[in-house]
């Protein structure tokens, strides 16, 4: 079965799938292995591996590294084409479609193509919406695009079903890491209700309260990346799983 698939395998079985992001920059080998095994343990679903700039040049180590400890979907979240490897299970095909800057719409993509092809990895269409969240965010200034306005839902629905129509497979909400706050719940609302592929939101969800709440309103998938950087909250790990798994058929 294809990571995509296997995503879509989650969805139906749990309700919803809960991502970690890992950023090779911010995390050291010792600590990956237990961070890794600890997170299985809880019931998260998969990784995303990524970051909008790697500093060093590890991610061929640190995803041969990750591989070899965990069978959970490994899926590249890249910052930019130099973030593919054949290490991986799959690569978030980005397209930042809440901008209009070529060269993350199409100019990229044509680089990574043949790229990712030669990996053998699997490509997932995602259409990407960078939603303004209180801050310039990383990804936003790297993108070189505006962000939406938080206050207009009615915009990232039009933009989330024009990534449908044009074929994309998974739609992604993005506050940006680190986010001083995470996306609005009116937005996952209208988005989730005129889109029929899954949503994926993530950014500055920093309780499993805000992450259920993501759920409740019709988010498939939860990422969240900087929260556990600080060791001290990685025992919440089980509560950010449950509350992303709210709506499994399993629990009713
Ligand atoms: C960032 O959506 C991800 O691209 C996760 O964000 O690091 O704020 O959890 P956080």
């Known amino acids: 079965m294809n990571i995509y698939n296997r995503l879509l395998e989650i969805i139906r079985i749990k309700g919803a799938v809960y991502l970690v992001l890992l950023d090779p920059d911010n995390l050291q080998e010792d600590k990956l292995v237990i961070f890794t095994k600890h997170c299985e343990k809880c019931g998260v679903d998969g990784f995303l591996i990524g970051g909008s700039l790697l500093i060093n040049d590890n991610l061929e180590y640190f995803l041969k590294k990750l591989k070899s400890i965990t069978s959970l979907p490994t899926i590249i979240f890249p910052g930019d084409v130099n973030q593919i490897s054949p290490q991986a299970d799959a690569i978030l095909y980005l397209s930042v479609v ?16 043949p790229i990712i092809r030669k990996c ?15 801050r310039t965010t990383t990804a936003q200034y790297m993108s070189g695009s505006l962000p939406i306005p938080r206050n207009k839902p009615e ?71 900087n929260f556990f950087e600080d060791e001290t909250h990685w025992d919440l790990i089980r509560g950010f799983a449950e509350a992303v798994h709210i709506n499994s058929p399993l629990l009713v």
Not at 100 to 112: C, D, F, Q, S, T
Not at 120 to 131: S, V
Not at 184 to 194: D, Y
């Open 120 to 134: 053998g990895i699997e490509p997932i269409a995602t259409g990407y919406l960078l939603i303004e969240s209180g």
């Open 155 to 225: 915009i990232a629905a039009a933009t989330a079903l024009a990534a449908e129509y044009l074929g994309m497979k998974l739609i992604y909400l993005e506050a940006g890491s680190g986010a001083d706050n995470p996306i609005p719940n009116e937005m996952v609302k209208a988005v989730t209700t005129l889109c029929s592929v899954p949503v994926i939101v993530g950014g500055g969800i920093k309780t499993p309260g805000i992450a259920k709440e993501k759920v409740v309103n019709g988010a498939k998938i939860i990422v969240t990346g």
């Open 98 to 113: 809440s901008g209009r800057n070529p060269e993350h719409l199409i100019g990229k993509h044509v680089l990574a193509a």
